[in-house]
DNA sequence: CGGTAATCTAGAACAAGTTTCAGACTTGAT
DNA sequence: ATCAAGTCTGAAACTTGTTCTAGATTACCG
């Protein structure tokens, strides 16, 4: 019979799972010192600095473990990226947003969310072009990272269950997030024009309010 | 002296260009067979199925050359990008969105083009995820789609010179325009949801209609 | 404990993007 | 027509993501 659990296809530890086998302890530490070394390395250089031979080998792992624990470079770093995102939900439950609106809230969120980004500018590289460049082989995992997005914005509107409406506004919040942080990231907008591209589509969020404005 | 000029960093034609020396007219030909090309095995497979190698091959180009014109796979399918634009905003002008409302038209003319990209589904897939995966070297490029696609939102709303909250209001539309792209082509989202989203930040517009209400 | 099935390792091998190079070919100027 | 400079070609080499393999290790059941 098994030793080792057979690993899981790359999921994260806290959201449930569908079905996965608990990970061995060994196993849960390789997965966190691959991931570990992945945040480091793309924190150094970006997207095409997380080399997988190079992760392999800071995480002190073979390579064709690597590829079990990830089955892509696009896999290890969404992931990646789905482990910061706790951290960063974590840290904004901390210090809930102040603002009047709930689309101040929002963008008051997204924007602490982007400093926190701009710090490792190298390491959002790398989880934002690894998000948007991943295909239908990743879906499940890209879709688990926007739903924590979705929850982190629904936190920041203090809503429990939102209009279809509300969610619609959600999305191209959440669209307009990801996509402006591509063309900062590409260095064709500027930190100013983020700003000014957040608080727009948050003004959406007041079209959509509980007085159901259209 | 120099025989066939120097080919331009991968510029397209019509648009005006800093400063590149024109191109012979059998580069220009070379040119338009990459292109047709690359178009060609983009819409058999995607992004995947456009290989360097076959590109180079089937517009009867040594590998080199293919590269001299067009310095990555990104820039050769960012370029590609930019000749499909043109040929949809000659087609989008001839029958010019009839909506009421600046909102309307804009939502009815992304539709119309959207419809266009679900007739070549592999090929809008090479075309966006080289879009959104382009790093700063091909920003010029990136931002010249940017600018045709903004010149098409414009064009639909009707306007000659919009206002600066107009101009983030089409930064979103944008943005959102990308961004469910990307999910729709990722099989994340359905075609009716790629509607919704659209059909929602275009309702910006009005936000910031004449009537420049905030 | 012993057996056994699965996992992990090291390393080779493969695939596709990118670079490089020597030589043949074009072009525009004289 | 000739020449110099730049371009194109064909092919090999290099890089990095991904796959594969044989053997050493590990986990768990009985």
Redesign the interface.
């Known amino acids: 019979m098994p030793a080792e659990a057979k690993v899981p296809a790359s999921t994260a530890r806290p959201a449930a799972q569908p079905a996965s086998p608990p990970l061995t302890e060994r196993q849960e530490a390789r997965r966190r010192r691959i991931l570990h070394a992945s945040a480091q390395l793309a924190s150094r250089g970006g ?1 095409d600095a997380v080399q997988m031979r190079e992760v392999a080998e800071s995480s002190q792992v073979a390579l064709g473990t690597l590829y079990r624990y990830f089955p892509s470079k696009v896999h290890l770093l969404v992931a990646t990226m789905q482990d910061q995102l706790e951290h960063m939900h974590g840290t904004l439950r901390k210090k809930p947003p102040t603002g009047e609106t709930a689309a101040e809230r929002v963008a008051e969120t997204l924007m602490r969310a982007f400093r926190a980004l701009q710090r490792e500018p190298h390491l959002a590289d790398a989880m934002v ?1 690894a998000l ?5 082989s ?2 499940p995992e ?2 688990q990272v ?1 739903r924590q997005t979705t929850a982190i914005i629904l936190d920041a509107m203090g809503l429990d269950d939102p209009t279809p ?1 509300q969610l ?2 959600v ?2 919040i ?3 997030w ?3 942080l ?2 900062w990231l ?3 907008a500027s930190i100013a ?1 983020v700003k ?2 957040i608080e ?2 948050c ?2 969020i007041d ?1 959509t309010g509980p007085g159901e404005r ?1």
Chains 1, 2 share one sequence.
């Open positions: 997207f072009r948007t460049f991943a295909d239908r990743v879906s890209v879709d926007s409406e619609s506004a999305r191209v959440e669209h307009t990801h996509s402006a591509i063309t590409s260095g064709r024009q000014i591209d727009t589509v003004r959406l079209l259209l």
